[in-house]
Protein backbone atom coordinates (compact mmCIF):
# COMPACT_ATOMS: atom_id res chain seq x y z
CA UNK A 1 0.00 0.00 0.00
CA UNK A 2 1.10 3.49 -0.48
CA UNK A 3 2.71 5.13 2.23
CA UNK A 4 0.80 8.53 3.09
CA UNK A 5 1.91 10.90 6.07
CA UNK A 6 -0.35 11.34 9.18
CA UNK A 7 -2.40 14.33 8.59
CA UNK A 8 -0.02 17.22 10.15
CA UNK A 9 -1.49 20.67 11.61
CA UNK A 10 -0.68 24.18 9.89
CA UNK A 11 1.22 24.98 13.12
CA UNK A 12 3.34 22.07 13.76
CA UNK A 13 4.04 22.28 9.80
CA UNK A 14 5.63 25.80 10.26
CA UNK A 15 7.64 24.29 13.07
CA UNK A 16 9.25 21.78 11.50
CA UNK A 17 9.90 23.28 8.12
CA UNK A 18 11.78 26.55 10.18
CA UNK A 19 13.46 23.60 12.25
CA UNK A 20 14.33 21.42 9.40
CA UNK A 21 15.70 25.06 7.60
CA UNK A 22 17.59 25.83 10.45
CA UNK A 23 19.24 22.65 11.02
CA UNK A 24 20.37 22.00 7.24
CA UNK A 25 24.01 20.91 6.06
CA UNK A 26 25.17 23.62 4.03
CA UNK A 27 26.92 21.11 2.30
CA UNK A 28 27.66 21.95 -1.71
CA UNK A 29 25.96 20.22 -4.43
CA UNK A 30 27.41 18.67 -7.49
CA UNK A 31 25.51 18.81 -10.78
CA UNK A 32 21.81 18.23 -10.22
CA UNK A 33 21.32 14.15 -10.78
CA UNK A 34 18.29 13.69 -13.02
CA UNK A 35 16.08 11.09 -13.36
CA UNK A 36 13.32 10.25 -16.09
CA UNK A 37 10.20 9.05 -15.35
CA UNK A 38 11.05 5.51 -16.73
CA UNK A 39 13.78 3.74 -14.36
CA UNK A 40 12.16 4.35 -10.95
CA UNK A 41 16.04 3.95 -9.01
CA UNK A 42 16.78 7.48 -7.55
CA UNK A 43 20.55 8.20 -6.14
CA UNK A 44 21.30 9.06 -2.57
CA UNK A 45 21.00 12.75 -2.29
CA UNK A 46 23.84 15.00 -2.60
CA UNK A 47 22.83 17.65 0.09
CA UNK A 48 20.22 17.63 2.90
CA UNK A 49 16.46 18.75 1.60
CA UNK A 50 16.44 22.36 2.91
CA UNK A 51 13.04 21.59 3.78
CA UNK A 52 10.89 18.70 4.88
CA UNK A 53 7.86 16.94 2.94
CA UNK A 54 4.78 18.16 3.73
CA UNK A 55 2.20 17.09 1.00
CA UNK A 56 -0.13 20.02 0.03
CA UNK A 57 -4.21 18.98 0.39
CA UNK A 58 -5.96 17.64 -2.80
CA UNK A 59 -8.16 20.80 -2.42
CA UNK A 60 -5.33 22.81 -2.45
CA UNK A 61 -3.21 21.45 -4.98
CA UNK A 62 -6.60 22.18 -7.06
CA UNK A 63 -6.80 25.46 -6.05
CA UNK A 64 -3.02 26.23 -6.77
CA UNK A 65 -3.67 24.96 -10.41
CA UNK A 66 -7.15 27.20 -10.84
CA UNK A 67 -5.04 30.28 -9.97
CA UNK A 68 -2.26 29.31 -12.59
CA UNK A 69 -5.07 29.28 -14.80
CA UNK A 70 -3.29 26.51 -17.26
CA UNK A 71 -3.11 26.40 -20.73
CA UNK A 72 -2.53 23.82 -23.35
CA UNK A 73 1.16 24.91 -24.23
CA UNK A 74 1.99 25.24 -20.33
CA UNK A 75 4.86 23.35 -18.94
CA UNK A 76 4.66 23.28 -15.09
CA UNK A 77 7.30 22.76 -12.90
CA UNK A 78 6.80 21.83 -9.27
CA UNK A 79 10.27 23.03 -7.08
CA UNK A 80 10.53 20.28 -4.44
CA UNK A 81 7.65 18.02 -5.25
CA UNK A 82 7.02 15.62 -2.43
CA UNK A 83 5.34 12.56 -3.69
CA UNK A 84 4.58 14.38 -7.29
CA UNK A 85 0.66 14.78 -6.95
CA UNK A 86 0.82 18.41 -7.99
CA UNK A 87 2.99 17.40 -11.54
CA UNK A 88 0.24 14.46 -11.53
CA UNK A 89 -2.68 16.36 -11.12
CA UNK A 90 -1.64 19.50 -14.31
CA UNK A 91 -0.97 16.23 -16.10
CA UNK A 92 -4.45 14.59 -15.25
CA UNK A 93 -7.05 17.83 -15.02
CA UNK A 94 -5.11 19.96 -17.66
CA UNK A 95 -3.49 17.39 -20.14
CA UNK A 96 0.22 19.73 -19.85
CA UNK A 97 3.95 18.54 -19.27
CA UNK A 98 4.75 18.76 -16.02
CA UNK A 99 8.23 18.43 -14.27
CA UNK A 100 8.91 17.46 -10.46
CA UNK A 101 12.03 17.97 -8.92
CA UNK A 102 12.85 16.78 -6.01
CA UNK A 103 16.23 16.14 -4.08
CA UNK A 104 15.47 13.57 -2.05
CA UNK A 105 15.48 9.97 -3.30
CA UNK A 106 12.72 8.36 -1.20
CA UNK A 107 10.10 11.38 -2.78
CA UNK A 108 11.40 10.70 -6.24
CA UNK A 109 10.20 7.13 -5.43
CA UNK A 110 6.90 7.62 -4.18
CA UNK A 111 6.45 10.20 -7.24
CA UNK A 112 7.59 7.92 -9.94
CA UNK A 113 5.07 5.16 -8.68
CA UNK A 114 2.45 8.21 -8.13
CA UNK A 115 3.21 8.81 -11.89
CA UNK A 116 2.95 5.19 -12.91
CA UNK A 117 -0.25 4.40 -11.17
CA UNK A 118 -1.54 7.41 -12.60
CA UNK A 119 -0.72 6.62 -16.24
CA UNK A 120 0.61 10.11 -17.18
CA UNK A 121 4.58 9.38 -17.66
CA UNK A 122 3.92 10.40 -21.00
CA UNK A 123 3.68 14.00 -19.91
CA UNK A 124 5.04 13.94 -16.55
CA UNK A 125 9.08 13.73 -15.95
CA UNK A 126 10.62 13.66 -12.62
CA UNK A 127 13.91 15.13 -11.92
CA UNK A 128 16.24 14.07 -8.63
CA UNK A 129 18.08 17.61 -8.09
CA UNK A 130 18.81 20.28 -6.35
CA UNK A 131 16.62 22.99 -7.44
CA UNK A 132 18.98 25.47 -6.55
CA UNK A 133 21.27 24.12 -9.30
CA UNK A 134 18.48 23.75 -11.33
CA UNK A 135 17.60 24.87 -14.90
CA UNK A 136 13.89 25.89 -15.30
CA UNK A 137 13.60 28.68 -17.75
CA UNK A 138 11.49 26.28 -19.92
CA UNK A 139 8.51 26.75 -17.23
CA UNK A 140 5.41 28.92 -17.82
CA UNK A 141 4.45 27.50 -14.59
CA UNK A 142 5.91 27.38 -11.00
CA UNK A 143 4.66 25.79 -8.05
CA UNK A 144 6.78 25.88 -4.65
CA UNK A 145 5.54 25.38 -1.23
CA UNK A 146 8.75 25.52 0.52
CA UNK A 147 9.95 28.16 3.07
CA UNK A 148 9.57 32.31 2.28
CA UNK A 149 13.72 32.69 2.29
CA UNK A 150 13.69 29.88 -0.04
CA UNK A 151 10.97 31.33 -2.07
CA UNK A 152 13.30 34.51 -2.45
CA UNK A 153 16.48 32.09 -3.01
CA UNK A 154 14.81 31.07 -5.66
CA UNK A 155 14.17 35.02 -7.28
CA UNK A 156 16.33 35.76 -9.43
CA UNK A 157 16.16 32.59 -11.61
CA UNK A 158 11.96 33.05 -11.24
CA UNK A 159 12.50 36.55 -12.42
CA UNK A 160 14.10 35.34 -15.85
CA UNK A 161 11.03 33.78 -16.54
CA UNK A 162 9.18 33.98 -19.75
CA UNK A 163 6.80 37.10 -19.57
CA UNK A 164 3.74 35.74 -18.28
CA UNK A 165 5.07 32.81 -16.65
CA UNK A 166 2.79 32.21 -13.56
CA UNK A 167 4.08 31.40 -9.81
CA UNK A 168 1.28 29.85 -7.29
CA UNK A 169 3.46 29.09 -3.79
CA UNK A 170 1.15 27.78 -1.06
CA UNK A 171 2.04 29.06 2.12
CA UNK A 172 4.46 31.46 1.79
CA UNK A 173 4.85 35.00 0.52
CA UNK A 174 8.15 36.02 -1.65
CA UNK A 175 10.08 39.15 -0.22
CA UNK A 176 9.97 41.97 -2.34
CA UNK A 177 7.64 41.17 -5.07
CA UNK A 178 4.11 42.30 -4.83
CA UNK A 179 1.67 39.32 -5.76
CA UNK A 180 -0.78 39.39 -8.19
CA UNK A 181 -3.73 37.49 -5.94
CA UNK A 182 -3.52 36.25 -2.56
CA UNK A 183 -6.51 33.84 -1.62
CA UNK A 184 -7.03 31.97 1.52
CA UNK A 185 -9.09 28.89 1.99
CA UNK A 186 -10.88 27.50 4.36
CA UNK A 187 -9.26 24.62 6.53
CA UNK A 188 -10.62 20.99 6.03
CA UNK A 189 -13.95 20.13 7.81
CA UNK A 190 -12.49 17.84 9.98
CA UNK A 191 -9.95 20.39 11.20
CA UNK A 192 -11.74 21.37 14.42
CA UNK A 193 -8.53 24.07 15.20
CA UNK A 194 -8.49 25.80 11.44
CA UNK A 195 -4.79 25.05 11.35
CA UNK A 196 -5.12 23.62 7.94
CA UNK A 197 -6.29 26.63 6.96
CA UNK A 198 -4.15 27.90 3.58
CA UNK A 199 -3.13 30.81 2.28
CA UNK A 200 -1.64 31.09 -1.14
CA UNK A 201 0.19 33.47 -3.26
CA UNK A 202 0.20 34.32 -6.80
CA UNK A 203 2.73 36.13 -9.08
CA UNK A 204 2.81 36.79 -12.62
CA UNK A 205 6.56 37.51 -14.35
CA UNK A 206 7.41 40.42 -14.70
CA UNK A 207 6.25 40.89 -11.13
CA UNK A 208 5.63 44.45 -9.46
CA UNK A 209 8.22 45.12 -7.02
CA UNK A 210 6.59 45.35 -2.83
C1 LIG B 1 6.77 21.01 1.87
S1 LIG B 1 7.25 19.76 0.68
C2 LIG B 1 6.17 20.14 -0.72
C3 LIG B 1 5.86 18.92 -1.57
C4 LIG B 1 4.94 19.16 -2.77
N1 LIG B 1 5.38 20.27 -3.58
C5 LIG B 1 3.53 19.42 -2.31
O1 LIG B 1 3.11 20.61 -2.36
O2 LIG B 1 2.84 18.48 -1.91
C6 LIG B 1 8.86 20.37 0.14
C7 LIG B 1 9.66 19.39 -0.71
O3 LIG B 1 10.85 20.05 -1.16
C8 LIG B 1 11.90 19.10 -1.21
N2 LIG B 1 13.17 19.85 -1.16
C9 LIG B 1 13.71 20.50 -0.10
N3 LIG B 1 14.85 21.11 -0.44
C10 LIG B 1 15.06 20.84 -1.75
C11 LIG B 1 16.08 21.20 -2.68
N4 LIG B 1 17.11 21.99 -2.34
N5 LIG B 1 15.97 20.75 -3.96
C12 LIG B 1 14.93 19.96 -4.32
N6 LIG B 1 13.93 19.59 -3.48
C13 LIG B 1 13.99 20.02 -2.22
C14 LIG B 1 11.65 18.19 -0.01
O4 LIG B 1 12.29 16.94 -0.17
C15 LIG B 1 10.12 18.13 -0.01
O5 LIG B 1 9.66 16.99 -0.71
Redesign the pocket.
Known sequence: MKRRPAPISRSLLAAM?FAALAGRILAQTNAPKTTSAAPPEASAPA?K????????RPEV?DKMLEMAEIRTNDILY??????G??VVAAARKYGIKAVG????PA?IKESLENVRTNNVAHLVTIKQ????ELDFHEATVV????LPE?NVRLMPKLAKLKPGARIIS?EFDMKGAKPKEVVHLDPSPDDDNGESQSTLYKWVVPWEPE
Open positions: LKPDVVFVPTVDLGCGDRIVDIDRADIFTLYLLD
